[in-house]
């Protein structure tokens, strides 16, 4: 779909709202997330789930829910939404269910970063994988949304987080983030679940998988200790790729879990995870490593390419 406007990661403040809204008023700060939150679907009123099944993520439509029309355009032409936020712009038009009301006192060139991928690894680790106190957590992709689940994990009082990635340079930086040791598959003959498996005396008790690439899901599954280990899948694969292990690991006790959005309802929770970093329990400022004016958004662009820093703010006054 062509063209559109891309971008679903930002902190904003409503300009106005339309008939029936009731929720938000103009002013009000918030987060728009790229899936939502209607409050009425068996979803939404499920607490075990936050998919609503009219607003969860679609990256095919490119046009308002309510009447299938785009709110953008040039010349008379219309410029396609794109998961419904849209906020490489200097204003956006979004379906109130996925527009997260926070704290007006957060800094919104700070927080912006919890609307997609910090909460995402963050809730993949305290909602999902719940690492007990003083437990050994396995973290594979040390991108930014893996970063934030070794935050998870270190905030949740794991006593050892080993990070994964075939990018040593990341390594160092990682050690922000809680990451007590590491591990570069490259520097090994031997499966990285193996390696794993003992370093820490038959395997870790939790691990998190933030890369996509169906082995490492694999390797994140294989390495978990039998009777309790548990292995968490957030990366998103290739739609053609295939999870395959031999089914003894699971009867060994072994469980393996998926999460969308770090199991956050984004009304209902984002909230509260921007009052963790109010009460400084979750630092957000680590994560941004780079800012450019909107007039430069390449640059971000340049910098993501060449996995460069971790998040990239992009400032709409030029």
Do not use: M, Q, W
């Given at each position: 779909m062509?063209?559109?406007?891309?971008?679903?990661?930002?902190?904003?403040?409503?300009?106005?709202?339309?008939?029936?809204?009731?929720?938000?008023?103009?002013?009000?700060?918030?987060?728009?997330?790229?899936?939502?939150?209607?409050?009425?679907?068996?979803?939404?009123?499920?607490?075990?789930?936050n998919m609503c099944d009219l607003l969860r993520i679609n990256t095919d439509r490119g046009v308002m829910?309510?009447?299938?029309?785009?709110?953008?355009?040039?010349?008379?032409?219309?410029?396609?939404?794109?998961?419904?936020?849209?906020?490489f712009s200097e204003y956006t038009v979004m379906h109130v269910?996925?527009?997260?009301?926070?704290?007006?006192?957060?800094?919104?060139?700070?927080?912006?970063?919890?609307?997609?991928?910090?909460?995402?690894?963050?809730?993949?680790?305290?909602?999902?994988?719940?690492?007990?106190?003083?437990?050994?957590?396995?973290?594979?992709?040390?991108?930014?949304?893996?970063?934030?689940?070794?935050?998870?994990?270190?905030?949740?009082?794991?006593?050892?987080?080993?990070?994964?990635?075939?990018?040593?340079?990341?390594?160092?930086?990682?050690?922000?983030?809680?990451?007590?040791?590491?591990?570069?598959?490259?520097?090994?003959t031997k499966p990285v679940q193996q390696v794993l498996a003992e370093m820490t005396n038959g395997g870790v008790d939790r691990s998190v998988e933030c890369t996509g690439n169906v082995n490492a899901m694999i390797q994140a599954f294989e390495c978990v200790h039998d009777g309790w280990g548990v292995a968490v899948l957030v990366g998103v694969p290739h739609k053609d790729a295939e999870f395959k292990t031999h089914p003894m690991n699971f009867l060994n006790e072994r469980t393996l879990k998926g999460t969308f959005f770090g199991n956050f309802k984004p009304r209902t929770d984002l909230p509260n995870v921007v009052e963790m970093y109010m009460r400084k329990e979750l630092e957000v400022e680590k994560f941004i490593t780079h800012s450019v004016p909107f007039s430069e958004i390449n640059k971000a662009f340049d910098l993501m390419a060449k996995g460069e820093g971790i998040r990239c703010i992009i400032r709409m006054e030029n």
């Open positions: 062509f063209p559109r406007i891309f971008g679903h990661e930002a902190g904003g403040i409503v300009e106005s709202v339309g008939e029936g809204v009731t929720e938000l008023a103009p002013g009000d700060h918030v987060l728009p997330v790229f899936t939502g939150e209607c409050k009425e679907c068996p979803h939404c009123k499920s607490a075990e789930s829910i309510g009447d299938g029309k785009s709110r953008f355009s040039i010349d008379g032409k219309p410029i396609y939404h794109f998961v419904g936020t849209s906020t269910g996925c527009v997260a009301k926070i704290n007006p006192e957060a800094p919104l060139d700070k927080v912006c970063v919890l609307s997609c991928g910090i909460s995402t690894g963050l809730g993949a680790s305290i909602n999902v994988a719940k690492p007990p106190k003083g437990s050994t957590v396995a973290i594979f992709g040390l991108g930014a949304v893996g970063l934030a689940a070794a935050e998870g994990a270190r905030i949740a009082g794991a006593s050892r987080i080993i990070g994964v990635d075939l990018n040593a340079s990341r390594f160092e930086e990682a050690r922000k983030f809680g990451c007590t040791e590491f591990v570069n598959p490259k520097d090994h």
